[in-house]
């Protein structure tokens, strides 16, 4: 089997690769065929973190990982049955690109094995449950029809005069998202 990972944004070029090894059959090989240094050391640490065998061909600005058949894969996942996701911005880190690492991190929420059963929204992370023009709206929307429990800080929608446009989740408050990070739950943030 081959796939071809070659300019998909991070962190699609890992996510293929575990489909396609999923789906190996037995004493079929896999080739990944990638362009970005960025994919390669990733798809590397995820297929040695797996104890995975492979081999890698760099030819020009390319790489191909070569892996032999008979792959076990292994998880390495929180298995604990609730799971947080605290978001306290619309964005990790600043501008353009932070809003496009948030869609990139929010997407990968869809292809894990243990998804969060709650996303938590304050600040102006609660813009992604309102505005429907809002890069990280349809992916919310998604993880919400996932069945994720979405819930946006009340004080924080009427701060930014957005109470009557939520569209996603429901409202929360201060003490239900307070008693969710001091409970039993494991709490992500981004």
């Known amino acids: 089997m081959k796939i071809d990972c070659r300019d998909l944004a ?102 894990l094995q243990n998804p969060p059963k709650k996303i938590l929204c304050v600040n102006d992370s609660v813009l992604m449950n309102t505005d429907s023009s809002h890069i990280a709206f349809s992916v919310m929307k998604e993880l919400e029809q996932m069945g994720i429990e979405i819930y946006s800080c009340g004080a924080c929608l009427e701060y930014f005069g957005k109470s009557s446009e939520l569209k996603i989740g429901k409202i929360g408050n201060a003490y239900e998202i307070l008693n969710e990070l001091f409970g039993k739950a494991k709490i992500i943030s981004l």
């Open 10 to 111: 991070c962190p699609r070029p890992v996510i293929e690769t575990k489909k396609a090894l999923e789906e190996l059959k037995e004493n079929e090989n896999l080739q990944i065929l990638l362009n970005s240094v960025a994919s390669r050391e990733n798809i590397i640490r995820f297929l040695k973190s797996s104890n995975i065998e492979f081999n890698v061909e760099d030819i020009e600005d390319e790489s191909i990982i070569t892996i032999k058949n008979n792959v076990v894969l292994t998880e390495n996942c929180y298995t604990d049955e609730m799971t947080i996701l605290f978001l306290k911005s619309n964005k990790v880190g600043d501008g353009e690109l932070g809003e496009k690492l948030m869609v990139g991190f929010l997407q990968t929420l869809k292809d």
